[in-house]
């Protein structure tokens, strides 16, 4: 049951990369949700907590649900939110859920748009603002989790003063995403098709979305004293494909208590991004703080940080 997660992982290192991939927006879509799912190398699509509403609706129902915020500084002049919940609601074991992500940031006012996270590592004239919320209910039918999800998206930027050049950028949509997950090989697989509604541009300043296929599987098993969670999955979009993989380990001295490291690996989709990602967390009693750092070319990083209360 390893293999999958195994070769994903070594597929997402091993491969280069030469060329970044086509260029889409929103920003906030190229973020990770969450401090876990960062760490992880964004392989969420067969995740099971809230913050899997922003990859696979599907995966809501059971899902643990304590109220978490994360705090995500991806460049020097960027500031992402994020917040979740779902709750259940019905027969078929029916889950309704929210999710809400906003991220603040200065680039370059000669930047292209649409904006990659590279963009993200300088200092500009240009202060934007991307959003996303999204409204998601899922069932199980016949040992299928089936989810459907609606999300309203959009980028903002404008020059301030002292920029060469003028911009100014208004761009939103609304999409949505359907998602299959079943309890498969004592795992879970899982598929997503994501952003569908508006995908095509008529001139270069559109906001351009990333229709994409994600499938993915998940496993979690003991070890000794050990913990273990292991994700895998390969995201497919025109011109663009991207296998990843996270492996989470935990360790619990006591009731309550535990320690857990994460590592990642991707294919990334920007030149400077390095496809290791690592993180860990710590969980005391009904308290859990969450930390995952990805890296860039020259030294750069991006840290985020999570915190859950059950």
């Not at 370059?108 to 748009?113: K, S």
């Not at 496993?219 to 390969?234: E, I, W």
């Not at 290791?276 to 710590?282: E, Q």
């Not at 890296?295 to 990083?301: A, I, L, P």
């Amino acid at each position: 049951m390893l293999r999958p997660i195994v070769f994903l992982s070594v597929c997402a290192v091993a491969t280069p990369a030469l060329a970044q991939a086509p260029p889409t927006a929103p920003l906030i879509f190229h973020l990770p949700a969450s401090a876990r799912i960062g760490a992880l190398g964004n392989a969420w699509v067969a995740g099971r907590d809230q913050d899997v509403i922003f990859h696979n609706p599907a995966q809501i129902i059971g899902a643990a649900r304590p109220f978490g915020v994360t705090i995500d500084r991806p460049g020097p002049s960027a500031t992402a939110f994020t917040v979740a919940n779902s709750f259940a609601a019905g027969k078929y074991s029916l889950t309704l859920g929210y999710g809400a992500r906003f991220l603040d940031f200065r680039t370059d006012e000669f930047a292209a748009y649409p904006y990659t996270q590279d963009d993200l590592l300088n200092k500009g004239l240009a202060d934007g603002q991307s959003m996303l919320v999204t409204f998601a209910g899922g069932i199980v039918y016949k040992n299928f989790r089936i989810g459907g999800a609606t999300k309203f998206v959009s980028d903002r930027v404008t020059s301030l003063p002292g920029a060469s050049t003028p911009v100014s950028i208004d761009q939103h949509a609304w999409l949505g995403d359907i998602g299959v997950a079943r309890n498969l090989w004592t795992g879970v697989a899982a598929f997503s098709v994501q952003n569908l509604g508006r995908t095509t541009a008529k001139d270069a300043s559109s906001l351009v979305t990333p229709r994409q296929f994600v499938a993915g599987y998940s496993l979690t098993r003991v070890a000794g004293p050990l913990d273990l969670g292991m994700y895998g999955q390969v995201t497919m979009r025109k011109d663009w494909w991207a296998p990843a993989g996270g492996l989470e380990a935990g360790y619990s001295w006591i009731e309550g208590y535990s320690v857990t490291l994460r590592v990642g690996a991707m294919r990334p989709e920007t030149t400077r991004e390095q496809p290791i990602t690592l993180g860990a967390a710590l969980n005391a009693d009904r308290l859990t703080l969450e930390y995952a750092v990805r890296f860039f070319d020259h030294g750069c990083t991006a840290n985020m940080v999570t915190v859950r209360w059950r």
